[in-house]
Nanobody, 124 residues
Framework: VQLQASGGGLVQAGGSLRLSCAAS????????MAWFRQAPGKEREFVVA????????YYADSVKGRFTISRDNGKNTVYLQMNSLKPEDTAVYYC??????????????????WGQGTQVTVSS
């Protein structure tokens, strides 16, 4: 199984980025997908998750209204559109796949498989 995250980069505050996570080696449509992030010196935190079919999404309060998750099961890919970026969004972003259903009371239990991470840096 491989999750390949891409799309990170350096952007000014207020700008946008679109992350992608391409999955291979698994039946993508039966996995819930999520994005987590980890800033320097901080613990990894949940950002957003999407159900297997894409009909349900769950966002951390810190990104609601600015980030949008979507998935294309035909392309085995999940996306994260990030708008109105803030310096506090700076982190390594990881995609995760999980066979069990969502939502979770503890999002940190999610993640049968993880991508390698992509760096997002937002300058002020």
């Amino acid at each position: 199984v491989q999750l390949q995250a891409s799309g990170g980069g350096l952007v000014q505050a207020g700008g946008s980025l679109r992350l992608s996570c391409a999955a291979s080696g698994l039946t993508f449509s039966i996995y819930a997908m999520a994005w987590f992030r980890q800033a320097p010196g901080k613990e990894r935190e949940f950002v957003v998750a999407v159900s297997r079919s894409g009909d349900r999404t769950y966002y951390a309060d810190s990104v609601k209204g600015r980030f949008t998750i979507s998935r294309d099961n035909g392309k085995n890919t999940v996306y994260l559109q990030m708008n109105s970026l803030k310096p506090e969004d700076t982190a390594v972003y990881y995609c995760a796949a999980d066979r069990l259903t969502i939502p979770r009371t503890n999002w940190n239990t999610m993640g049968n498989y993880w991508g390698q991470g992509t760096q997002v840096t937002v300058s002020s």
